[in-house]
């Protein structure tokens, strides 16, 4: 399957070097370039892409912005958004998180790196292991420090205490083969927890299950399970 991806940048420079690149790949094409966020969104609708890689920063409408109005569309539920950003603590970063991004990656990335997070995003996955990513929601995304179950929402408790136990770690940064070998479990049964916590909290993917693991206050930034 041929991936399609939507370049999101004002600079036009920017884009003509990412095109470049993506249309190298045998599993990639380029559908579409938006020079702001206003036309991501309308091209977005317009071609359906698998991936959308988002600049913040950009006139008019910028890539948060645009992130959730693409996010928010039903007949977009199969495009993924992939955010690139020059600052990797700009704050902005995290509120593309909540905004429904499935991750980010430094403008300063290597080609392969843009490539492999290009495939990882689209596949359903989501680009939370890297340090600076957890750092990130850690410090934007964490919920007030209040301890207990009763902080939780409604939609957290109904999930079984081994979905919040998977939850709790891939909220981390830990990968399915990290967390199968923490617990003890197949990476394919780790798999399936996450699916039924993502349905269960009506996560699109594995980035915004995180996200509300810290905004539900179920995942706590001053301790690291199975650290």
């Known amino acids: 399957m041929t991936i399609r991806v939507l370049l999101a940048d004002d600079q036009a420079l920017l884009r003509a070097t990412f095109r470049i690149l993506i249309d190298t790949v045998e599993d990639m094409t380029v559908v579409a ?4 966020g206003r036309e991501a969104v309308d091209l977005a609708v317009e071609h359906r892409p698998d991936v959308v890689v988002m600049d913040i920063r950009m006139p ?3 890539g948060v912005a645009a992130t959730a109005a693409i996010c928010a569309r039903p ?4 495009t993924h958004v992939l955010v690139l950003t020059t600052f990797e603590n700009d704050e902005n970063v995290a509120k593309a998180l909540r905004a429904g991004a499935s991750g980010f990656l430094g403008k300063g990335v290597s080609p392969e790196v843009l490539l492999s ?10 680009l939370l292991s890297p340090s600076a990513t957890r750092a990130l929601i850690t410090r934007f995304l964490a919920a007030p420090d209040t301890d207990g179950f009763l902080a939780l929402t409604d939609d957290v408790k109904t999930l079984t205490d081994r979905e919040r136990e998977v939850t709790t770690l891939a909220a981390y940064g830990r990968s399915n083969a990290d967390i199968a070998e923490h617990l003890v ?6 798999r399936s ?5 993502m ?9 915004q299950l995180v996200v509300i693991a810290y905004q539900s206050g179920l995942v706590k930034p001053h301790r690291t399970p199975g650290g």
């Open 117 to 126: 997070g290009i495939r990882t995003v689209a596949a359903g996955e989501s």
């Open 75 to 78: 007949e977009l539920s199969q």
């Open 193 to 197: 927890h996450i699916q039924r916590a």
């Open 33 to 36: 370039e938006a020079a702001d």
């Open 199 to 207: 349905a269960k909290l009506h996560a699109r993917d594995r980035a």
């Open 60 to 62: 008019d409408t910028d």
């Open 185 to 190: 479990l197949s990476p394919l049964t780790v």
